[in-house]
């Protein structure tokens, strides 16, 4: 069953319509031709309601007066009986269909729910997504400030110079600074007290040297004189 208005509504004018029955200027064939259009008007579909009404009878022809009257009583309790069991039909059908939407409406509702309880897991697993991303963008940042800061202060033999010895040196912590000159003037004074006595070793030993040389000539120039002396003896 179909309607083509809402139940109330559809309730309402077959109410109305029961309730002209029961007048006492009650006309059948008004009554009739307004029920089957409100039935038309009401019912979608291959409903045929208005036909039971269409094939209501309210008069008996040629018959006594009594009969007529029972003939017309029993058309309005018929009548009766059939807007009944059509408003009984609207409140069963309205009531299954109010039933159908609050199953909709409670699995739709149940569909958002999940569908919200998932939309906040993602926004969640997006919001540490976005944390961890910071988290290693920082890090990244603090290794690339260190780098540079290990190049800055890197020395390479190649490209000394005392501008960027100053420069390393000034970067130096007050401590650091004072621990590095004091180790530089130790260096200093041990390289020339070291030179000195190389010089001075070095120095011996070429007098050591020149006084071998000297020895070594003195002695070849004694045995030259002693061969020229025999050399004269000789000839005499």
């Given amino acids: 069953m179909q309607l083509k208005i809402p139940f109330e509504e559809a309730i309402r004018i077959l109410e109305k319509r029961k309730s002209e029955i029961l007048l006492n200027d009650f006309d059948h064939k008004v009554w009739k031709g307004k029920t089957e259009n409100d039935l038309k008007e009401i019912f979608a579909g291959m409903d045929y309601k208005w036909l039971q009404i269409s094939q209501l009878d309210f008069e008996a022809p040629f ?26 039909q609207i409140q069963e059908y309205s009531q299954i269909q109010q039933k159908q939407a609050n199953q909709t409406e409670q699995t739709f509702e149940l569909k958002y729910y999940k569908i919200k309880n998932e939309m906040n897991e993602l926004i969640d697993e997006t919001n540490s997504f976005l944390d961890n991303y910071k988290n290693l963008q ?21 490209e000394i110079s005392l501008r ?15 621990t590095l000159i004091s180790v530089v003037i ?30 070594n000539l003195t002695e070849k120039n004694s045995v030259l004189e002693d061969k020229v002396k025999e050399l004269q003896l000789g000839e005499n």
Avoid: C, M, W
């Avoid at 920082?138 to 033999?157: C, G």
């Avoid at 960027?164 to 004072?178: M, R």
């Fill in 164 to 178: 960027k010895l100053f420069h390393l040196i000034g970067n130096l912590p007050v401590i650091q600074i004072v």
């Fill in 63 to 88: 018959t006594s007066d009594q009969n007529k009257r029972e003939v017309f009583n029993r058309g309005k309790r018929q009548a009766e009986q059939f807007l009944d069991s059509y408003i009984e």
């Fill in 138 to 158: 920082s890090e990244v940042e603090d290794k690339d400030a260190q780098i540079r800061k290990l190049k800055n202060n890197t020395v390479l033999l190649n």
């Fill in 186 to 215: 130790a260096i200093i004074t041990a390289s020339f007290f070291l030179g000195k006595e190389i010089q001075e070793t070095i120095s011996n030993n070429e007098q050591f040297d020149l006084r071998e040389k000297n020895r």
